[in-house]
């Protein structure tokens, strides 16, 4: 099962990925979905519970709501023994717990909460022995943050990594890579005219094209060039160093979008169906593109219903569904080829920055190497290629010492490119052995971008080839219903957000409150 839960804050998402755990122990006490693991309420069955519990992995964030979850988990169970021993009858799991592991007290405003799918059953022997393996062996309870699990991943294989098994992990990006570039100046210092140039080049860029003030751009120079490899550790592809290539590209993009527009201009001559004044504009400087200088060309013209809308009203009547076609392909190119001019002409202008820290990276391995430090945001390629390697997960797996086959995880709309493309050799082994992955989120609630947050993979990933050719019917599970606020609070934000939903709207807004340079 690939499962995508939307959490909206207060809705229990925490609650929710306890109860998910809850319920796959219940199934695994249960023998397991291939029967081979059964009778964790046996008197010496803790070693094989701490085996079967293994096999579900939990990941989150941060190392309080990891612990936070553990809690959960434990106080859960504690209370499925409690409550079964006062009531020996077998009862299912905490369907009628609060997300805080309380006993729901009902209220004026109380909405009951959605019914548990598959939630098992648990006898007070069962609940009990699960409690008592979790505790024998609390290392083995897999719930962890990200960060933690490629940090493992890479220990496990450091050797053929080349990398000191004892190696230290420090996420102060500036201490790590300030050494190199220190090497750098030294040879500009020592005279070196291809590292000055480019020196000159990067302190150019800072003068004419940011808000830089001061009169030395040294430490300016600095944090722009560990920026830069940062992004190649994060990325782990090879930069682009060819300038006149980008130009191309950028040619491209403008050419795209002069045969769309001349398209629907030959046609609008060859018909007699003149566009409006606004529109004749609109496709006048879509015919003259030339270069990446002209983009953007943005217009309201261009995000309209109905091609009706950009002619004079005597013609509106002509406009038919040929004409309509090659207008919303025009409006597509546009804004396609908007986002593509925007990404080449900053590649153009950091070009500079992106050949110095080309300069450096070579070092960053030898660095490594030496100091038995790595970055933190070196981890997630490094895991990757500890798990691509040939048999690479079964052999982490079994380093581990676990059989992964159920994967949570919370908080998944700050999950970067670099940390899923890292994890995703392990969701598609649990889809493959049949097991499940789950994962939670809200992109209202990204606040990791600053280090590769990607809240767009939240529902890019259920609709991914690779995975949808094991699962090809994601579930989709909303928590609707908020258990912090007030009915009133809840009802405010709805009526005010809902209007937002419209993106003309959300547009007109953002206008308002932004200032047209942002």
Avoid at 175 to 183: G, S, T, V
């Amino acid at each position: 099962m690939l499962e995508k839960i939307k959490a909206s804050a207060g809705s229990g998402k925490t609650y929710t990925l306890t109860q998910r755990f809850l319920q796959l122990l219940a199934e695994l006490s249960a023998g397991g979905q291939d029967g081979t693991c059964s009778g964790i309420c046996r008197k010496s069955s803790h070693r094989a519970g701490s085996k079967v519990f293994s096999e579900i992995l939990a990941m989150t964030f941060t190392n309080k709501a990891a612990a936070e979850m553990k809690i959960r988990v434990i106080e859960a169970l504690k209370k499925l023994v409690l409550e079964a021993l006062a009531r020996p009858a077998c009862f299912q799991t905490p369907a009628n717990l609060a997300p805080g592991g309380r006993q729901r007290q009902a209220s004026l405003f109380d909405e009951p909460p959605p019914p548990s799918e598959n939630s098992g059953t648990f006898g007070a022997a069962e609940a009990s022995a699960w409690l008592e393996a979790i505790l024998k062996r609390y290392d083995s309870l897999n719930i962890r943050t990200i960060d933690s699990l490629l940090a493992m991943l890479v220990r496990i294989s450091a050797i053929s990594l080349g990398i000191p098994p004892d190696f230290e992990i420090s996420f102060d990006d500036a201490a790590y890579l300030d050494p190199l570039y220190d090497e750098l100046q030294d040879r500009a210092a020592a005279g070196e005219p291809e590292i000055c140039e480019l020196l000159e080049e990067c302190a150019a860029y800072l003068i004419y094209h940011t808000q830089f003030q001061g009169f030395t751009p040294r430490e300016r120079l600095r944090a722009h060039i560990r920026e830069v490899l940062s992004k190649f550790q994060d990325s782990g592809a090879e930069p682009c160093l060819d300038g006149d290539l980008i130009f191309a590209r950028l040619a491209g993009a403008a050419t795209a979008v002069r045969e769309s527009a001349l398209k629907l201009d030959l046609l609008l001559n060859e018909l007699s169906v003149p566009p409006n004044a606004n529109f004749k504009k609109l496709l006048e400087k879509s015919l003259n593109l030339q270069s990446g200088r002209d983009f953007p060309i943005i217009s309201k013209l261009a995000q309209k219903n109905s091609f009706t809308e950009c002619v004079t009203k005597s013609v509106s009547a002509k406009v038919t569904g040929e004409k309509e076609t090659l207008y919303f392909k025009l409006c597509a190119e546009l804004e396609l080829q908007n986002k593509r001019a925007q990404i080449y002409s900053s590649a153009l202008t950091l070009q500079p920055f992106v050949k110095a820290a080309a300069l450096l990276r070579p070092g960053l391995d030898e660095l490594r190497s030496k100091s038995g430090v790595i970055t933190g945001s070196m981890l997630p390629n490094l895991a990757r290629e500890v798990l691509n390697f040939e048999s690479g997960v079964s052999e982490a797996c079994c380093r581990m010492g676990s059989q992964l086959t159920h994967m949570l995880i919370d908080e998944f709309q700050d999950t970067s490119y670099a940390q899923w493309e890292a994890i995703e050799p392990l969701v598609v082994e649990c889809l493959s052995r049949g097991g499940s992955v789950r994962y939670v989120g809200d992109v209202k609630q990204a606040i990791y971008s600053w280090r590769g947050g990607d809240s767009t993979l939240f529902d890019q990933v259920s609709e991914l080839p690779e995975l949808l050719a094991i699962e090809p019917e994601p579930v989709f599970t909303p928590l609707e219903f908020n258990w912090r606020s007030l009915p009133v609070v809840v009802s405010h934000n709805n009526e005010f957000f809902s209007r937002l939903e419209e993106r003309a709207t959300a547009l007109q807004v953002a206008l308002k409150l932004l200032p047209r340079d942002y």
